[in-house]
C-alpha cells in the first residue's frame, strides 16, 4: 500500500472523482494486487465502505452491492473479487461520521498508469 499525494497523480485523482464526484481530500491510498475483499459494506460503529469498479479507459463506475452483516442474512465471509486488467476498484465512504480516505486497487499491470 502506497499514500499517494493527489496534487502529484492527476489520473488517480479522474479515478477518484469517477467513484465520488464529492471526493475532496488530499491523500489516498494506492493497492496493487490482483484481488479485492469487500469489507466494511454495512453500517457498523457509524463507518460504511462503498467499493465502485471504474473502467479506465471510458471511466465509466459500477457500485459494488452492499451486504448485511452475517447475523443478519450476510455473507460469513467478506466476498472477493478479482481485479481485471483495465479496471481499478476505489472503495470510499464514512469512517468514524467523516469521509474516508479512498483506497484504490488496481491490477499489477495497471500500476504504471497511476503512479506519479
Known amino acids: 500500500m502506497r499514500t499517494i499525494e493527489l496534487k502529484t497523480a492527476p489520473e488517480l485523482i479522474r479515478v477518484i472523482r469517477a467513484a465520488d464526484g464529492a471526493y475532496r481530500k488530499t491523500k489516498a491510498f494506492l493497492r496493487v494486487q490482483p484481488t ?4 466494511g459494506t454495512y ?3 457509524g463507518s460504511r465502505t462503498t467499493y465502485t469498479a471504474i473502467n479506465l479507459s471510458t471511466m465509466r463506475a459500477a457500485t459494488a452491492d452492499q451486504f448485511a452483516p452475517p ?7 467478506a466476498p ?3 481485479i481485471p ?10 469512517f468514524c461520521g467523516k469521509p474516508a480516505t479512498a483506497s484504490v486497487y488496481i491490477n499489477p ?4 498508469r497511476l503512479l506519479p
Open 36 to 39: 479485492c475483499t469487500l469489507h
Open 43 to 45: 453500517w457498523d460503529g
Open 71 to 77: 447475523q443478519f442474512g450476510g455473507p460469513a465471509q
Open 80 to 82: 472477493t473479487v478479482d
Open 85 to 94: 486488467e483495465g479496471i481499478a476498484i476505489v472503495a470510499t465512504g464514512v
Open 109 to 112: 499491470a495497471n500500476a504504471a
